[in-house]
């Protein structure tokens, strides 16, 4: 294929990603040097489109951005009233008292919000600023310098055929450059996956680990309503057949947010996430809360759990990875907005600095100094130790090791159990069809509980059909001829919007990708346990269109 030719912009910073990393580090650009072009590139058809979290939000990055934000009018107005933490049986529970729970696990002082809307928020002053931001730009590839570092991205391709060659309406895109590339594109980004591999940014590190979580906004009866209310629950329905737990936040005008993570570290390939999520809504103290409410939205996302010891190095030649790019995800605690914010806050300022400097594409060291050494690394050192103990002793005995080593650390600023590691990727875990049993999911009720398609439609997913499947297979055999036999194809299961089938043509099984599906939640391309599936972008503008996430 001949070469494509594209227009090129020049700018002093690129963002991929309009998520909070991207949008702070944007606003502090500017915040710094109101001279500085710099331009935001999101793949969403809007900005929010893509973007899911719980979310209860610690106000400590949206402070150093805007101290003055309530006055600003920030879509934060929920402040947290009450704190519950309960370990569920199949018909009772036990609430764990919360002087016992290490005080970093206190949400009062935080707020659930609607981390779409902050972001829409967050976009509104970024743009005042003079930031300019395109969504339904989709990057889909790096610009590489000549001497080998990030020079941009390409940006706003359309019209390939599903063969990946240019169609009739074909539109190359543009080469935006940058003196500095900024990637924000959240858990498994395409184009971080590309740079941290290229430059060997993990290498000394852990592996990444990583969960599923999936998302239902529900509108409940008033009476049942307790707005500022947040609840976290572990044990049943997942008991020791994964690591994970669910969410329950009382937003506002009658909104409940709830919403369930199972870390993909789990063995059995028959484990099937989506419905431990529609299984937990059964148990009584959920199903009494729901009952006469409304599910009006759903989504799903991976999070990145590895903690400190999983972070690569966050700056390479031409640019710096950001947020959930990164893997600043406190796992105990479900949350990493703040870190997100606090990255794009620190990155911005090693750039300013850099480029006052006469600097230009070469790595900014003080960037990756800060995330090491700054309140970000404060904050991940505390809990570094509790994935870890989850992955190797399980829900009671962790529970218990983690928060004394949580209590202590907060004391003392040491961790008493010194830094555990994790030792292989979630996809590696992943155990052999033969070893276990099946599992027995009741069927959704249409209800409560309902089944993938249904719920997915209220994600407000949608892609061009024409274009490339953009969830790539290395090797097509693969999944009918090694996943099938060893592992039962996990991809039917572990995908929370059924894109994946195996189906029955001219009397031998076919695996079929449903891409429309695809809600971008990367969990394919972590979970596979052949390493098989390549999650890369597809056109810009499609995808889930997240109303209120």
């Known amino acids: 294929m001949a070469e494509i030719e594209r227009e090129s912009m020049e700018y002093d910073v690129v963002i991929v990603g309009a998520g909070p990393s991207g949008l702070s580090a944007a606003i502090r650009l500017k915040e710094l040097d109101a001279d500085l072009d710099v331009v935001v590139l999101e793949k969403g058809s809007e900005v929010g489109a893509h973007i899911l979290s719980g979310a209860v939000l610690d106000p400590v990055g949206l402070d150093a951005l805007f101290p003055d934000w309530k006055d600003r009018g920030a879509p934060v107005t929920v402040p947290v009233k009450e704190d519950n933490f309960i370990f569920l049986g199949e018909a009772g529970k036990m609430r764990f008292p919360n002087w016992l729970m290490p005080p970093l696990m206190n949400n009062h002082g935080n707020y659930i919000v609607s981390m779409g809307n902050v972001c829409r928020w967050l976009a509104e002053q970024a743009e005042a600023l003079g930031v300019e931001i395109f969504p339904g730009m989709a990057c889909s590839e790096i610009v590489w310098g000549d001497d080998g570092r990030v020079k941009g991205v390409v940006a706003g391709e359309f019209g390939r055929n599903p063969d990946g060659t240019p169609g009739p309406n074909y539109e190359p895109g543009m080469e935006l450059h940058g003196k500095y590339v900024f990637l924000g594109e959240g858990v498994r980004g395409s184009l971080s996956k590309q740079v941290i591999g290229k ?131 406190n796992v105990p605690r479900i949350k990493g907005n703040h870190n997100a914010m606090m990255s794009g806050i620190e990155a911005a300022k090693a750039a300013v600095a850099a480029i006052k400097a006469g ?191």
């Open 199 to 329: 430059f060997g940014l993990s290498e000394g590190r852990d592996p990444q680990k990583f969960g599923i979580g999936m998302k239902e906004v529900w509108e409940i009866d008033p009476a049942k309503h307790r707005e500022g209310t947040v609840t976290h629950t572990m044990g049943w329905p997942l008991n020791g057949n994964a690591g994970g737990g669910s969410f329950i936040y009382h937003a506002e005008n009658n909104q409940l947010f709830i919403g369930f993570v199972v870390h993909l570290n789990y063995e059995n390939p028959y484990l099937y996430p989506y419905m431990e999520f529609q299984r937990f809504k059964h148990h009584p103290i959920v199903a009494d809360l729901l009952k006469g409410g409304k599910r009006i939205a759903y989504g799903a996302r991976a999070i990145s759990e590895g903690g400190y010891q999983s972070i690569p190095q966050a700056a390479f030649p031409g640019g710096v990875l950001l947020g959930c790019s990164a893997g600043l995800v």
């Open 359 to 549: 600097r230009s594409g070469d790595t900014l060291e003080d960037y990756d100094t800060a995330l090491h050494a700054g309140p970000i690394a404060k904050d991940l050192k505390r809990v570094k130790n509790v994935k870890p103990l989850w992955s190797h002793y399980g829900n009671f005995l962790a529970t218990a090791l983690g928060g004394f080593d949580m209590w202590v650390a907060n004391l003392t600023g040491r961790n008493p159990l010194g830094t555990l590691h994790h030792q292989k990727t979630d996809a590696a875990h992943t155990g052999k069809a033969g070893d276990f049993e099946k599992i027995d999911y009741p069927k959704p009720d249409g209800v409560l509980s309902f089944d993938r398609l249904t719920n997915v439609a209220s994600s407000f997913t949608n892609h061009e059909e024409s274009q490339p499947c953009h969830l790539q297979l290395k090797d097509p055999s693969i999944p009918i001829d090694v996943n099938l036999p060893e592992y039962a194809e996990p991809a039917t299961r572990y995908c929370p919007a059924g894109v994946y089938e195996v189906v029955e043509k001219d009397g031998k099984p076919e695996f079929v990708i449903n891409f429309q599906n695809c809600v971008h939640c990367k969990t394919c391309d972590i979970k596979d346990p052949s390493q098989n599936i390549n999650w890369v972008t597809p056109q810009g503008g499609d995808g889930p269109n997240y109303p209120n996430m």
